[in-house]
């Protein structure tokens, strides 16, 4: 069974600084997929970034890049200039490329954004 | 025109008692998700329904039944409500490859 594991539970950065959140993840699959969710205090999950494990290269989407090692099997998230409204818990998940599609949560990092 | 809908979004209700959580999505989505998020934020899988069909129940104990009248619906009953089940539950959909969409959550309290 895959598992997902973010070894931080809390992080700090401040405003307008860049912070990476980790996440490594276990499987035999060659082929899946892996995301990063967003949960304000609102609750809402939000899909922050998603990428494929076939493709080499890493995904971006504005401020928030990713750094992919297949090998390594680690999946980092980078946020550039932090705003306040980056705070929230991000969850890593991995999503198997065929298949039942359930997703596989970390155990999530929760971000606070310093003024 | 919210994407997946949920309702209601907080329930309050006193242990031993049956309660329902509905789910609709608008996005022609074909799968459909029931996951539960603990105190510790920790989310997991309880149930998935692929157009109507059940595809993945979870080690979930028997009180929780889920039903897909369609494939756009996907509700959730409890039967005898337990303190342990408190918890917010979140109703998703995929279509094949692309990540979900989810709803904003149902905080379920048992008294």
């Known amino acids: 069974a895959q598992t997902v594991t973010q070894s931080q539970p809390e992080m700090s950065v401040q405003e307008a600084e860049t912070v990476t959140l980790s996440c490594t993840y276990d499987?035999?699959?060659?082929?899946?997929?892996l995301f990063w969710y967003k949960q304000p205090p609102s609750r809402q999950m939000i899909l922050v970034i998603r990428?494929?494990?076939?493709?080499?290269q890493n995904a971006t989407e504005n401020r928030f890049s990713v750094n992919f090692q297949k090998a390594a099997k680690s999946f980092s998230l980078k946020i550039s200039d932090s705003q306040l409204g980056d705070a929230a818990m991000y969850f890593c998940?991995?999503?198997?490329?065929?298949?039942?599609?359930?997703?596989?949560f970390g155990q999530g990092t929760r971000l606070t954004i310093n003024p | 025109d919210t994407a997946v809908s949920q309702t209601p979004k907080y329930l309050v209700t006193q242990m031993g008692n049956d309660k329902s959580i509905k789910c609709e999505q608008n996005?022609?989505?074909?799968?459909m998700y029931w996951y539960k998020q603990d105190s510790k934020k920790f989310l997991k899988i309880m149930f998935s329904?692929?157009?109507?069909?059940?595809?993945i129940n979870e080690t979930v104990p028997n009180r929780f039944s889920p039903k897909s009248p369609d494939k756009a619906h996907l509700n959730l009953h409890i039967n005898s409500l337990e303190l342990g089940d408190s918890a917010v539950y979140f109703c998703?959909?995929?279509?094949?490859?692309?990540?979900?969409?989810f709803g904003s959550g149902t905080r379920l309290t048992v008294v």
């Open positions: 996005l022609g989505h074909d799968t």
């Open positions: 329904y692929n157009n109507k069909e059940l595809i």
């Open positions: 990428q494929e494990a076939y493709k080499q």
């Open positions: 499987t035999s699959e060659s082929d899946y997929y």
């Open positions: 998703a959909s995929s279509l094949q490859s692309y990540g979900y969409t």
């Open positions: 998940a991995y999503r198997s490329f065929g298949g039942a599609q359930k997703l596989v």
